[in-house]
Structures are given as structure tokens and as C-alpha cells.
């Protein structure tokens, strides 16, 4: 079975606080993505990775940066967290790109910003 | 735009048979996902459609018409258990997924 694990399942944090959001998966999967979720609105993509230190941006980068130096790892760094960035945010592992196959998540990381 | 529409909400009967639709219009298709996703937790997958027709796992089944942008989940003898979201997800022309919203399944004694 494939593991994707987030480093906390709760997070408080301070307005204007660098904070980091880690995942690791065990699968040796290429494609990593990073959602958020939040109530009525479904999962948003903020970023996602084809491989290694590559680095696309999803439907919401805004406020957010990636890093990815392993293939395991996936970092979503919030540069300076603000309150509108409270919500759950979501890690998940695929295949390769041009594969259909589905992805796999990790429990989450429900982050409050106050 | 990319849209994908389902219930906000349903609620069926322990024992009895939900259909949950989910009706699509993107850019391109690759496959049809639907998840689970129960409240707290992260979605955990269900199963997948590429081709028009229906897929059979155990309690849950999955159907899919391209040439409609439809499809549902179909969940028969329903379980206390079975109270969730479920996520309707499509993977367009460039292998991304595009989610819907979700549907909350209440279930009732």
C-alpha cells in the first residue's frame, strides 16, 4: 500500500510566521501535489511536481512556495501565513504524469493561522 | 471553464441503495475518479472510469458516459459506516484532476 505521510495532523501558527507543511511518500512516486480544502469549495491545487526540484504552480500559488530536493519530500512553505490561510491542507503522491492512475493522500494537516 | 457539479448533499436509509451523480465539462478527459473521504480524515480512493459503462466493487459500483459528461457512484446495502463525502474527480488532457465539491452522504438508521 502506498504511504504518504504529513509531518502534523494539527498546526497553530501566528499571523507573519514562516511555516513549513512536510510530506514524505514511500512509493517512489514522481508526481507530488499540495491541496487545500476548505468548506464548499473542494480540494484546490496550490502546487504541484513532476520530479525533483521541479516545481509547477496549481490553481492557488499565491502566498505559498514549494520545495522538493528529494523525490520522497514535497515541502509547501507558507513565506508569511495570514489568517485567510487557516484551512486543511492536503499531500498526495502518483504514478507518473500520462498515467492514469489515481492519487494517494496523506491524513492532512489542519492548519490554524491566528 | 472547467466544471464539475454534484450534490451538495443526500441522505438515504442503512440498508438501502444511494446513486451519488456527478456531471463534468472539462478540458479534455482521462478518467473519472471517485473518492471517500470521511469527516477529518484525507480521501481515500474508491475507483476509477476510462471507458463508458459500469465498474463493479463489491458494495460500490461506478458508470460513466463520456458522450454525456456523466457519471455516478452507486453504493447498495448501505452501512452506518458508509456516512461520508464523496468526491467526484475528473483528469483532464494535461493528467491533472479537477474536483468537485463533494456530496455528504447522511446515513439513517
Known amino acids: 500500500d502506498v504511504k504518504v505521510t504529513q509531518s502534523s495532523r494539527y498546526l497553530v501558527k501566528r499571523t507573519g510566521e514562516k511555516v513549513f507543511l512536510e510530506c514524505v511518500q514511500d512509493?517512489?512516486?514522481?508526481?507530488m501535489f499540495w491541496y487545500r480544502q476548505d468548506p464548499g469549495l473542494g480540494l484546490r491545487l496550490i502546487y504541484f511536481?513532476?520530479?525533483?526540484?521541479?516545481?509547477e504552480k496549481g490553481d492557488i500559488p499565491e502566498g505559498y512556495s514549494v520545495s522538493r530536493e528529494k523525490k520522497e519530500r514535497f515541502s509547501l512553505i507558507l513565506e508569511s501565513a495570514s489568517t485567510n490561510q487557516t484551512s486543511m491542507y492536503l499531500c498526495?503522491?502518483?504514478?507518473?504524469?500520462?498515467?492514469?492512475?489515481?492519487?494517494?493522500f496523506g491524513d492532512g494537516t489542519r492548519l490554524s493561522i491566528l | 471553464g472547467q466544471n464539475i457539479d454534484q450534490p451538495t448533499e443526500m441522505t438515504a436509509t442503512e440498508g438501502a441503495i444511494v446513486q451519488i451523480n456527478c456531471t463534468y465539462q472539462?478540458?479534455?478527459?482521462?478518467?473519472l475518479f471517485w473518492y471517500q473521504q470521511h469527516a477529518g480524515e484525507a480521501p481515500t480512493f474508491l475507483s476509477y472510469?476510462?471507458l463508458d459503462g459500469l465498474e463493479e466493487k463489491g458494495r460500490f459500483s461506478s458508470f460513466l458516459s463520456r458522450s454525456k459528461g456523466y457519471s455516478y457512484l452507486l453504493l447498495k446495502e448501505l452501512q452506518m459506516k458508509d456516512s461520508a463525502s464523496y468526491l467526484c474527480?475528473?483528469?483532464?488532457?494535461?493528467?491533472?484532476?479537477?474536483w468537485g465539491a463533494g456530496t455528504k452522504l447522511i446515513i439513517k438508521p
Open positions: 498526495a503522491s502518483r504514478s507518473p504524469r500520462g498515467e492514469v492512475q489515481p492519487q494517494h
Open positions: 512509493m517512489d512516486h514522481e508526481n
Open positions: 511536481s513532476y520530479d525533483v526540484k521541479m516545481k
Open positions: 472539462t478540458s479534455g478527459f482521462n478518467g
Open positions: 472510469n476510462v
Open positions: 474527480a475528473v483528469m483532464d488532457s494535461n493528467y491533472q484532476l479537477i
